[in-house]
C-alpha cells in the first residue's frame, strides 16, 4: 500500500502564491511519475500537471505560465503564482509507481486525499 498525503492548501486573495506539497510513502524498488490534478465543484476532475515520458513538465493551457511543478523521487510540489479566482478547486496528487523491479502488486496509480484551494477576487 502506498499512500500519498498533500498538504499546502489554503484561501488566497487573487494574485497571491501557494505551493502544495505531495509526499507518497517510499519504495525503493519503483519509479515515482508525480501528478496533480484538481476538481471544482460540480465540475470533473482535471489535469493539471505532470510529466511526460522524457521527464519534461507539462501543464494544463490555464496554468502554463504560472504553475511550476517539481519532483525529487516520491516527493513533489507545485507551486501556483498569480492565483486566479477560477483556480479554485481540490487540489489532488497521484503517485504512479512502476519500473522494471517494481513489484507487479505495487504498480498502479495511488491518489491523496486532496487539498483545497480557496482564491478570492
Known amino acids: 500500500q502506498v499512500n500519498v498525503v498533500e498538504s499546502g492548501g489554503g484561501s488566497v486573495q487573487k494574485g497571491a502564491s501557494l505551493t502544495l506539497s505531495c509526499e507518497a510513502s517510499?519504495?525503493?524498488?519503483?519509479?515515482?511519475?508525480m501528478s496533480w490534478y484538481r476538481q471544482a465543484p460540480g465540475k470533473e476532475r482535471e489535469f493539471v500537471s505532470g510529466?511526460?515520458?522524457?521527464?519534461n513538465p507539462t501543464y494544463a493551457d490555464s496554468v502554463k505560465g504560472r504553475f511550476t511543478i517539481s519532483q525529487d523521487e516520491g516527493t513533489s510540489l507545485l507551486r501556483m503564482n498569480s492565483l486566479k479566482p477560477e483556480d479554485t478547486a481540490m487540489y489532488f496528487c497521484?503517485?504512479?509507481?512502476?519500473?522494471?523491479?517494481?513489484?507487479?502488486?505495487?504498480?498502479?496509480?495511488?491518489w491523496g486525499q486532496g487539498t483545497q484551494v480557496t482564491v478570492s477576487s
Open positions: 510529466f511526460n515520458r522524457f521527464r
Open positions: 517510499k519504495n525503493s524498488a519503483c519509479r515515482y511519475d
Open positions: 497521484k503517485a504512479t509507481l512502476g519500473g522494471s523491479v517494481c513489484p507487479d502488486w505495487v504498480e498502479g496509480d495511488y
